[in-house]
């Protein structure tokens, strides 16, 4: 469900002469329980990943209810040719291929959203299996990229653990540092979820 009837308009005026793929962001209707607004969270913390990595000229994937893309492109890469074994998750890898770091824009503004009506946990459970379907045929680059971020915050929170621990044992300097430490990473993270739910809407 778009947004806006001006979401064509505002999806296609990203097409500049080097422009060959735009991709938009999608977001949840319902959010009227906990676990609505948990899945729309996730779907959010997804979509900044892939829409912050192409406005940084490296987009890896896109979502397929929101994007726009040139017909002459989609028939030179033969479509879908190279994913029609996976039961979905190929709007992923096709983008994948044919993003290069000059061809690609994100457009986010309020009239280029698009709404899914619904939302239950078994719509979710099949978002997330078409990112694991799709997942292991991206670039290396890509893989690496989030092998890094994830065990970066595993390896903080780890290390927060470790620090408020210490801080019993052998001195409250080291429950202090971990203190601070979490309250930075929190407040950084909090303003920038906070603008992202500004920005799209959430």
């Keep these: ?6 979401w064509i308009k505002s999806m296609s005026r990203n097409f500049l002469p080097e422009t060959d ?3 938009g962001y999608s977001n949840f209707k319902s959010k009227h329980s906990q ?3 948990f ?8 979509a900044l990943q892939y829409l912050g990595r192409a406005i940084h000229h490296s987009a890896y994937k896109g979502d397929g209810r929101n994007m726009a893309f040139r017909k002459e ?3 030179r890469q033969e479509g879908f040719k190279g994913h029609l074994d996976l ?9 994948s291929s044919i993003t290069t770091p000059k061809n690609t824009r994100v457009e986010c503004s309020s009239d280029s959203l698009i709404s899914e009506a619904s939302v239950n946990l078994t719509l979710w459970a ?3 299996q078409k990112y694991a379907a799709s997942s292991r045929y991206y670039k290396r680059s890509v893989s690496i990229i989030a092998l890094i971020r994830n065990s970066s915050m595993y390896l903080f929170y780890a290390s927060f653990i470790i620090l408020i621990v210490s801080g019993f044992t052998s001195g409250w300097i080291f429950s202090v540092i971990g203190s601070l430490l979490f309250l930075t990473r929190y407040t ?6 906070e603008k992202s739910n500004s920005l799209l809407q959430e």
């Design 1 to 6: 469900l778009p947004s806006s009837s001006l």
């Design 21 to 23: 793929l735009v991709l």
């Design 35 to 37: 676990i609505s607004r």
């Design 39 to 46: 899945i729309a969270f996730d779907g959010m913390m997804d």
């Design 73 to 75: 492109l989609f028939f």
């Design 87 to 95: 039961i979905s998750g190929e709007d992923d890898l096709f983008v």
């Design 126 to 128: 099949n978002f997330k």
């Design 188 to 193: 950084i993270q909090q303003f920038i979820i």
